[in-house]
């Protein structure tokens, strides 16, 4: 529920605040967007202290470029004879709300 209530609210700020202001974020993907997809895919509480420390990175001393969301996915077992494996997922944007996912995996990490 709380996570909904987060979405909801970046979904607001995107609609409806940010034509407001002139685009200041020095990242891609927006810190917004940053945020809405850390409360997608992470724990809610990871998830709002990575969007806090990227609102606190994006000043102008910061010298900003691409910084997308990375996912962990742990013990994830291809067969049940195979070791556990760390995942990691990380998107590219590619054009409009379409992107690429990338996936890294480290054998026999836990």
């Not at 685009?23 to 917004?32: D, K």
């Not at 806090?52 to 004879?81: A, E, M, Q, W």
Request: charged content about 25%; glycine content about 4%.
């Amino acid at each position: 529920m709380f996570r909904s209530l987060c979405i909801a609210l970046l979904d607001f700020y995107q609609k409806f605040l940010t034509i407001l202001k002139p685009s200041c974020c020095r990242f891609y993907p927006s810190c917004s967007e940053y945020a809405r997809w850390q409360f997608k895919k992470q724990n809610i509480i990871k998830a709002f202290f990575l969007s806090f420390f990227r609102i606190i990175r994006c000043n102008p001393y910061c010298k900003g470029g691409f910084d997308y969301p990375l996912v962990h996915k742990t013990d994830f077992k291809l067969s049940t004879y195979k070791n556990s494996m760390r995942i990691d997922f990380f998107y590219i944007h590619y054009k409009g709300n379409e992107f690429y996912m990338i996936k890294n995996i480290f054998k026999g990490q836990k």
